[in-house]
């Protein structure tokens, strides 16, 4: 964590998975809780399956700063096959930790990340959304799988934040609502960390 209690995160998707949605959502649970934010994304060529990157900044107070995330404390990968293209450990903090949808454990993805030292978590957050919500949505469970290990908030916090935020957003869809919410819970119980 920097002065201010600024936490930085970056997310590494791909188009159509949700890492800007996730990273929004963490912006909103964020805010909801009384933080500084700010949540965005840059994008490549924007269509399906092209990789896209997005950050957040939460804060205790207000931050001035809106540039992307060079020196980021979390590094959120919510596709495992971005690991061979992208350099997803790039200026991460090795105080902080990268976050990975992968089936594998910690100790056996580490291989793949070129020497970083720092902490390892995993996460299944295919097997786990498809278990929740009947189809391949990995933001959810990687977005509470990024606010235990980084702690940016509690978890009761967390989970009344996004509750609303879901009832807000599908409003006409209350089974998604109940899908988004067991994704959460059922990730913040299983994310591993080396």
Not at 43 to 53: D, H, S, V
Not at 158 to 182: R, Y
């Amino acid at each position: 964590m920097k002065k201010n209690g600024l936490v930085e995160f970056r997310w590494h998707g791909r188009g159509g998975q949700g890492a800007k949605t996730a990273c929004l959502l963490l912006a909103d649970a964020a805010f909801a809780a009384g933080k500084f934010v700010q949540g965005f994304p840059e994008y490549g060529p924007e269509r399906m399956g092209a990789p896209i990157t997005a950050y957040n900044r939460i804060s205790d107070t207000r931050c001035s700063v809106h540039c992307n995330i060079e020196s980021p404390d979390y590094v959120v990968v919510v596709d495992e096959t971005l690991l061979d293209s992208e350099d997803v450990t790039r200026g991460l903090q090795e105080e902080g930790a990268i976050i990975i949808n992968t089936p594998k454990a910690p100790a056996e993805i580490r291989r793949k990340l070129k020497g970083w030292k720092g902490r390892v978590c995993t996460l299944d957050a295919r097997r786990i959304s498809e278990e929740t919500l009947g189809r391949n949505f990995p933001n959810s469970p990687m977005l509470s799988a990024a606010v235990k290990v980084s702690g940016v908030l509690e978890e009761s916090t967390f989970m009344t934040n996004m509750e609303d935020s879901f009832h807000h957003k599908f409003a006409t869809k209350p089974q998604v609502v109940a899908g988004n919410m067991a994704a959460l819970k059922k990730s913040w119980e299983e994310v591993q960390a080396e």
